[in-house]
């Protein structure tokens, strides 16, 4: 998926999203319409980190057969799956819907150390049992976890998961947190584990 194929699909999900009840860290939350080009678009973000990292350079991004979601091709012949989910407080997203004021900025403020790693490991085990099924067929599987929490700044994340022991994924070579768009930082990228 190219550029403007993802800008042609974001501008018909922001035009859709005037009869959706969820607004709340919604960017994932669009059905399966819009999954691959949701998916597509973070993905390209997460690009230049993950070439940093590894000193490699990504020829394309091409949406997977879920699983994987999508597939970096790395000199033709490499391929990395990539397998996206979405950190989000379920509370506050029915509290928003439920137009709960109260409880939807309480639970916007609700993120610690504790339940912020909690939420992850739970992500990870899930997507776990996902890479024990296709890891075998991709020279990495990475998990990239995508998170549009208000309170969930980059700086944020990265102060709730350092020092974290994160449990052994045997499937898992890597997984990271992509933040929201941040001015001055574009979409930041803190390393949970992996090489």
């Not at 790395?74 to 407080?89: G, P, S």
């Not at 029915?94 to 992500?123: F, G, H, M, P, V």
């Not at 947190?177 to 390393?191: D, L, R, T």
Request: with cysteine; proline share 4%.
């Amino acid at each position: 998926m190219n550029d403007e194929e993802i800008l042609r699909g974001i501008e018909r999900y922001i035009a859709d999203q005037k009869h959706v009840k969820r607004r709340h860290a919604s960017f994932f939350y669009a059905g399966r319409k819009y999954k691959g080009i949701g998916e597509a678009s973070i993905a390209q973000e997460f690009v230049p980190s993950l070439e940093r990292i590894l000193g490699i350079s990504v020829d394309r991004v091409v949406n997977g057969d879920d699983p994987p979601d999508i597939v970096f091709e790395v000199n033709d012949i490499r391929k990395f799956a990539i397998e996206l989910t979405e950190l989000v407080n379920p509370k506050a997203i029915t509290a928003q819907i439920n137009k709960d004021d109260a409880l939807y900025a309480a639970e916007c403020l609700n993120w610690d150390s504790t339940n912020t790693c909690e939420r992850i490991e739970s992500l990870l085990g899930k997507k776990q049992s996902v890479a024990e099924k296709i890891a075998i067929s991709y020279e990495r599987y990475t998990v990239l976890i995508h998170t549009d929490e208000t309170m969930l700044t980059s700086y944020q994340v990265s102060r709730f998961v350092s020092g974290h022991k994160w449990p052994e994924y045997s499937n898992i070579d890597d997984a990271y947190v992509i933040c929201s768009y941040e001015p001055g930082n574009g979409y930041p990228v803190i390393k949970l584990f992996g090489s």
